[in-house]
């Protein structure tokens, strides 16, 4: 538990009410806790962690007051009343907690280090308010961000939303990225210019935390750290250095796992789009026809809602059922890390969350790369272009989709992808060990907090 110096130091840990954003922020917790530090974790009504899983945190709900927006329909402004609702009870909060610290004449309690999720803003207002060191935690990849910062400029030039005949040409000054691959090329200027406005908000921490490996990304962290002047500390992959408890917002559907037993070994597809991507009733068809056709084993995942209209699988063609029955598996929420371990699983298609890369580069599980939004479609080039432990599927189609399950999981493409993503799961481990990338990051991130002290 730490050298000592960390012991029972406060830090306040800010999560946002996303799935890909919160299960990266605990596992910080997790880490950070391991190192010595008492770990409050502040976090919104609206998809609360469960603190039974966590006895070592002390949790501190805000109340966000939602109920009239939904996230998807006005991202912008459900961040905003996000920000202004949770600003005041957070200040408030802290400002007790630092006055208490001063009747105690408990000097501890009055330097209090937060490290907040990008999209908790609000955090650094009430840092800057109280003279507290803030730090920003950023749970998406490096790659995302050079792409997110031109977009302004070439929304300014009139390149976006991106044209048809552009998709497959690369940007200039951001190679290896193709016009397809740009963050928010395929929706409305209006949600770019709403994810343009959010940045604007974000005013300068004293440093960044990244959920990354050095190794994977380490010419953009460099650029990155030109860029913002303040140190970035690469401590990923989470997943890994903070093996806890479910963070699942969702019940876990564990039956598959002894599904998975009787699976011969590498033949599964395992097919999930994390937590907010959606699907229309027919992109619902293609993919369930593709599995189907593909002749293999499957674990689909099929989140309650994210089908267009429909509470759940009741747009399922009709025969599918039949077709694929023993083969297949539909379940509504997955225990995607230990899916993922699994000897059985031989594929990952994925819409690419950055959570989901780490988790199934952590395996040596190649992966089919089908990226809905934002730093999903940075992701899945670098995977399939860069890394080359991903395959990109051109279009959801029941006969690309059946062509590319079988080119992973029966040709020997497949084989070649899996022993790539084989040396980049032994590489991951390694920077985790003693005198690895993220080891050293991690503890030259102790030391910069306790500096602050
Ligand atoms: C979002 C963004 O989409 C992502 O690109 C960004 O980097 C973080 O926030 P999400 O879309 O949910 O997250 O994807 P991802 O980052 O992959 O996170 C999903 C998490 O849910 C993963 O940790 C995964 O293990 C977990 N999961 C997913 C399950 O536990 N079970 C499932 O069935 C599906």
């Given at each position: 538990m730490g050298d000592g110096r960390t012991?029972?130091?406060?830090?306040?840990?800010?999560?946002?009410?996303?799935?890909?954003?919160?299960?990266?922020?605990?596992?910080?917790?997790?880490?950070?806790?391991?190192?010595?530090?008492s770990i409050t974790i502040v976090h919104t009504k609206l998809n609360s962690p469960d603190p039974s899983n966590h006895p070592e945190f002390t949790f501190l709900p805000l109340f966000d007051n939602f109920l009239a927006i939904d996230a998807s329909a006005n991202f912008t402004k459900f961040c905003e009343v996000l920000n202004n609702n949770c600003k005041m009870q957070l200040q408030d909060h802290l400002t007790r907690k630092i006055k208490e610290g001063k009747e105690a004449n408990d000097e501890m309690n009055q330097r209090i280090t937060i490290i907040h999720d990008n999209i908790m803003y609000f955090v650094e207002e009430v840092a800057s308010n109280l003279n507290l060191p803030s730090i920003v935690f950023r749970s998406s990849s490096a790659s995302y961000m050079p792409a997110f910062l031109a977009l302004p400029k070439l929304h300014a030039q009139g390149q976006l939303p991106v044209q048809d005949s552009m998709l497959q040409k690369l940007v200039p000054e951001l190679y290896p990225l193709?016009?397809?691959?740009?963050?928010?090329?395929?929706?409305?200027?209006?949600?770019?210019?709403?994810m343009f406005a959010l940045a604007e908000h974000i005013r300068a921490p004293s440093a960044i935390i990244w959920n990354t490996i050095d190794f994977l990304e380490h010419s953009v962290l460099t650029k990155l750290r030109q860029h913002y002047k303040i140190p970035i500390f690469a401590i990923g992959p989470l997943n890994e250095m903070a093996r806890g408890p479910s963070t699942s917002f969702l019940k876990e559907d564990t039956d598959c796992i002894s599904w998975l037993d009787k699976q011969a070994p590498k033949s599964v597809i395992y097919v999930s789009l994390g937590s907010l991507a959606t699907m229309n009733e027919s992109e619902l068809a293609e993919t369930a026809w593709g599995l189907a056709n593909s002749k293999q084993p499957f674990l689909w995942v099929v989140r309650p809602g994210s089908v267009n209209g429909s509470e759940w699988i009741e747009f399922l063609p009709e025969g599918f059922t039949e077709q694929v029955k023993g083969r297949g598996l539909v379940l509504k929420w997955a225990p995607q890390k230990e899916v993922l371990a699994h000897y059985a699983v031989g594929v990952f298609w994925s819409h690419c969350g950055w959570n989901s890369t780490l988790e199934s580069i952590s395996e040596g599980v190649p992966m089919i790369c089908q990226p809905w939004m934002g730093d999903q479609c940075v992701n899945s080039r670098y995977l399939c272009y860069v890394w080359k432990v991903g395959l990109e599927l051109e279009n959801l189609e029941?006969?690309?989709?059946?062509?590319?399950?079988?080119?992973?999981?029966?040709?020997?493409?497949?084989?070649?992808?899996?022993?790539?993503?084989?040396?980049?799961k032994e590489k991951a481990k390694y920077a985790l060990c003693k005198g690895g990338s993220s080891f050293n990051s991690l503890n030259n991130l102790v030391e910069f907090i306790l500096a602050r002290f």
């Open positions: 012991r029972g130091k406060p830090l306040v840990l800010v999560a946002s009410p996303f799935q890909g954003h919160m299960t990266p922020m605990l596992q910080l917790g997790s880490v950070l806790h391991s190192k010595g530090f193709r016009y397809k691959d740009l963050p928010f090329n395929k929706t409305s200027t209006e949600l770019a210019k709403e029941r006969k690309v989709i059946a062509n590319a399950i079988r080119r992973l999981l029966v040709d020997d493409e497949g084989k070649e992808m899996r022993q790539r993503a084989i040396s980049m």
